[in-house]
């Protein structure tokens, strides 16, 4: 073969190892239009929020509504995500944990949220489980399964867990409490937890399946990650991730996958799928702890 030739097969090989070894991860946030009385109020929120996403390449994202906070300002926030081309999909309208609803009032939460977003631009049948629980008994999982099939509804797992929530919480009340916040500090601390959750997420996908898959995150639409989510997904690149779209990403084989196990509380898909491998620990990785979360908070972030 002639040097030049040589040279361009040896690119091209490169270039599609890295392509096909590249690891995937698409956002979406819950909870959306989430309560907004702290640092910033709706509609400041969303059009922060949208911005970072366009700014840092975040073409697509996907916003599960809970529909309860759907009156003339959460209507407006929810159309202005679906404007910007994010999908708007559901959460229910009260977020109700199944494990303490029956099945009868937990259908019908699914299809009040339904009946309220279902116009939406960019809507899609999608079914984010608040909590992420599917049911504590057979009777709920297969009844919520059954009806979610019956309307054309997909579960839409999540493969990387964290508590961003809880560190929104920890934001919050500290502006409320007037204790100092250093916000670059904020950023570095968000993202160095979310990004170790992902990685061992991502680690025990491998474990198990032989690869990585294509990843969904959990997220929350809050103040935090109205600030921080592009420099989230720019850590992520610099690390070797590719930002998809959640279209993309529940295109991977394991959107086809359903444990038997009926789980009270699930760590999601990646979980799900080591725990039916047999792991029965670590199910949840250590930054999923309030304790350890809130002791890097106060020692990181707030200036005492």
């Known amino acids: 073969m002639k040097p030049f030739l040589l040279i361009t097969s040896i690119v091209v090989t490169l270039l599609f190892s890295n392509s096909v070894s590249a690891k ?6 819950d909870d959306a239009p989430r309560q907004a009385t702290g640092y910033f109020d709706g509609p400041t929120r969303a059009k922060t929020l949208i ?17 309860r906070y759907l009156n ?5 926030r929810l159309k202005a ?3 910007a081309g994010h999908i708007i999909a559901n959460h229910t309208h009260t977020h109700p944990d199944i494990n303490k609803t029956s099945l009868e009032d937990y259908l019908q939460e699914i299809t009040t949220a339904h009946n309220q977003i279902k116009d939406y631009p960019n809507f899609k049948a999608w079914f984010r489980f608040p909590y992420l629980r599917e049911g504590d008994t057979q009777q709920k999982r297969d009844g919520v399964r059954a009806h979610l099939a019956k309307n054309d509804y997909s579960n839409a797992y999540i493969t990387l867990n964290n508590y961003d929530w809880y560190i ?25 937890v979310i990004v ?22 959990l997220l929350h639409e809050m103040d935090i990650t109205a600030m921080f989510v592009g420099d989230l997904a720019d850590a992520f690149r610099e690390k070797g991730w590719q930002v998809i779209s959640p279209e993309n990403a529940y295109q991977d084989p394991i959107a086809s996958y359903q444990t038997e ?8 898909r990646i979980g799900e799928i080591a725990k039916d491998k047999g792991q029965t620990k670590q199910l949840w990785h250590n930054t999923l702890n309030e304790t350890y979360l809130k002791a890097r908070f106060d020692k990181e972030v707030v200036n005492n």
């Open 81 to 83: 995500y679906a404007n």
């Open 72 to 76: 003339e300002e959460g209507k407006a």
């Open 168 to 192: 929104e919480n920890l934001f919050q009340d500290a502006l409320k409490n007037g204790k100092e916040v250093d916000f670059d500090k904020l950023k570095e601390f968000y993202i160095d």
């Open 24 to 29: 995937q991860i698409a956002f979406t946030f």
């Open 196 to 217: 170790q959750g992902a990685q061992y997420y991502d680690e025990l996908a491998v474990k198990y399946l032989g690869h990585s898959p294509k990843h969904v995150i």
């Open 51 to 67: 911005k970072e996403l366009n700014d840092h390449g975040i073409k697509q994202a996907a916003f599960f509504a809970t529909t």
């Open 261 to 268: 196990r009926t789980m009270k509380y699930n760590p999601g």
